[in-house]
């Protein structure tokens, strides 16, 4: 139903959408886009784009704070989720991406993950022993 669907609210809204950037970066212009992407069959892409800005939205956040603060576990399950559900050849949202692409954001996003991994062991033993009070033996 037109009323109700997103295409409906984003012509009642009087936010003026001046470029597709600013499509998607408004909440009622994204949900009509994607409500027309599914009807195109490729609204992974979409979703895709929208994992994307919320990761690296999530890594600046995570930069900021300080050190003994920063939750690498956050980053790290976001980067598995959108090799996961994106990337992957079995992926449930495989993104249509040129091969050389794919190949490439693959390799770059499991050396990430991997890193992150190693990383977030090391922060965790490093915990374990403060809280042990191994630093006072």
């Known amino acids: 139903d037109y009323a109700s669907s997103g295409m409906a609210r984003l012509m009642a809204q009087p936010t003026r959408i001046n470029s597709f950037d600013d499509l998607l970066k408004n909440e009622v212009g994204f949900i009509a886009f994607r ?24 890594t600046q956040k995570e930069q900021a704070l300080p050190l003994q603060k920063r939750h690498l576990s956050k980053i790290l399950d976001k980067a598995k989720e959108i090799r996961e559900t994106y990337l992957l050849s079995n992926a449930p949202l495989q993104v249509n991406l040129e091969a050389k692409t794919a190949e490439q954001l693959m390799h770059n996003l499991n050396d990430l993950i991997e890193d992150l991994s190693m ?13 042990s009070g191994r630093y006072n033996e």
């Open 35 to 58: 409500e027309f992407l599914v009807t195109e069959w490729s609204v992974e892409n979409l979703l895709f784009w929208k994992v994307v800005e919320d990761f690296k939205d999530l």
């Open 119 to 131: 990383i977030h062991e090391v922060q965790q033993e490093t915990n374990d022993m403060l809280l």
